[in-house]
């Protein structure tokens, strides 16, 4: 009965994400995903692992402003300016509309995600995801991430963060197109941003893959980049973190918290 009541409360949002299927019968039942429709959702077709999401909440309140420095000042139609390359902008936790363009042409760019278990450096891929990577850089240069749990990590496909509310359901408010990874494919070590409502736009939430499971996604998520530093020392002792036990990954066996994103560009 409580699982239903769950089920009901959360039906409008939520983000999970699928888990790949033994290749001996990939033919048949390689149908996964990473996506935030209905909460009950279930992978039936997969013989390794469910999927189910956590419980839901909404990120319709008024935008909650920390000054970390000069706090921002929101246009008419609710969208922040982009906020200061050196870190000095307010924190801002909710959005109530998408961002406008804050990335310089010819520049390259890249994040240092500072955690509890070490630090990683992701090469931000604009060519593949020019919306989505300029998403995260407003995030980031916000301080979206500051002091934010990584709250799912599946052994041997994943660990996801992005979420504040470390439900699984939070976001920031966005609603960013999905960018689909011009490969058609990822690899281990690459970050992507986890799907939405509908399973066509992207909010805060990301996940790094780490085996082979999240290597086999489809091609369906936005490819934000890969990690190029840390990964298999940082990004191991987060997997590290994972509760076979739990449903979904979430919750890990122990707390993974995201210190810091400090943003680079050149």
């Avoid at 009950?40 to 013989?47: L, R, V």
């Avoid at 941003?193 to 998520?221: E, R």
Wanted: charged share 15%; aromatic share 6%.
């Amino acid at each position: 009965m409580v699982r239903d009541a769950r089920k009901s409360q959360v039906k409008k949002r939520s983000l999970q994400i699928g888990i790949g299927v033994p290749l001996a019968i990939a033919a048949v039942f390689l149908l996964v995903w990473l996506t935030g429709g209905d909460s009950s959702t279930e992978n039936g077709n997969s013989t390794t692992t469910s999927v189910a999401s956590a419980v839901g909440t909404t990120t319709t309140a008024a935008p909650i402003v920390t000054v970390l420095g000069t706090a921002p000042t929101p246009d008419a139609s609710g969208a922040y300016p982009c906020p200061a390359a050196d870190g000095s902008a307010g924190r801002v936790v909710v959005f109530k509309a998408n961002p406008p363009e804050c990335l310089t042409e010819g520049k390259t760019y890249t994040a240092e995600v500072e955690t509890n278990k070490g630090s990683y450096t992701i090469a931000l891929d604009r060519a593949n995801s020019p919306a989505n990577v300029n998403m995260f850089v407003y995030l980031a240069r916000y301080h979206f991430y500051d002091n934010t749990p990584c709250h799912r990590i599946i052994k041997d496909f994943m660990f996801q963060c992005g979420d504040p509310t470390g439900t699984g359901s939070g976001g920031a408010g966005m609603s960013v197109p999905v960018e689909a990874p011009k490969s058609g494919k990822y690899e281990v070590a690459s970050v992507a941003m986890a799907k939405v409502g509908g399973a066509t736009t992207n909010d805060s939430q990301f996940f790094v893959v780490t085996g082979a499971q999240g290597a086999g996604l489809p091609a369906d998520y936005s490819l934000l980049g890969k990690v190029t530093a840390g990964f298999d020392t940082t990004a191991r002792a987060i997997e590290a973190a994972a509760d076979p036990a739990a449903s979904n990954g979430v919750p890990p066996l122990e707390p993974v918290t995201i210190l810091k994103v400090t943003i680079t560009e050149s």
